[in-house]
């Protein structure tokens, strides 16, 4: 805001309009997020493609698990699907290693800031956040059992069938 100012750009309040950017508002989300790590990891050129694309194979992934099972559950589709996927990147020719694309996917996966809120608000003296930071630590370890399942799917496309 502070910036905007500065040079003499209007303020906007998005919470006013939350709708705005509609539908394609998350998939742009996703796309500054991938940007933004690789600029800040100072990733490789040749494995930025390949980190977008596993970020939106997870974003799919859970936004297709929120429709099916739910939004904690969703976190679980979204591991179980990103894990051998990111395993596959790393078998292309130009694929980052596999813990390259995997640990911004897995960022965009864990509910950190929901976390955090739901802490100050129990602390705070707020239950509400009780059920909200239920909710987190099941995500997370849905999250946890996504990967774990994701991992065993990776191992048994490595190995040769018998």
């Known amino acids: 805001m502070t910036a905007g100012a500065i040079v003499g750009v209007p303020d906007f309040d998005f919470s006013k309009h939350p ?7 998350p998939w742009i989300a996703v796309a500054v997020f991938g940007v933004a790590i690789c600029v800040h990891r100072s990733a490789p050129r040749k494995s930025i493609p390949w980190i977008l694309f596993v970020l939106y194979v ?18 679980f589709v979204g591991a179980l699907v ?25 960022a ?6 929901i976390g955090l809120v739901s ?11 009780t059920a909200s930071l ?10 946890a059992l996504g990967v774990l ?14």
């Open 19 to 25: 709708d705005l950017l509609g539908p394609v508002a």
């Open 108 to 113: 965009l996966l864990v509910p950190g800031a």
């Open 82 to 106: 990103v894990t051998p996927v990111t395993a596959l990147v790393a078998r292309q020719p130009t694929g980052p290693a596999a813990l390259v694309s995997f640990t911004p996917a897995f």
């Open 149 to 162: 399942a994701g991992s065993s799917l990776s191992n048994r496309m490595r190995r040769p069938a018998l």
């Open 119 to 129: 802490v100050a608000d129990i602390l705070g003296g707020d239950s509400a956040g």
């Open 134 to 143: 239920v909710a987190t630590l099941g995500t997370m370890v849905a999250i």
């Open 58 to 75: 997870a974003h799919a992934a859970q936004v297709l698990g929120d429709l099916l099972v739910g939004g904690v559950l969703s976190a």
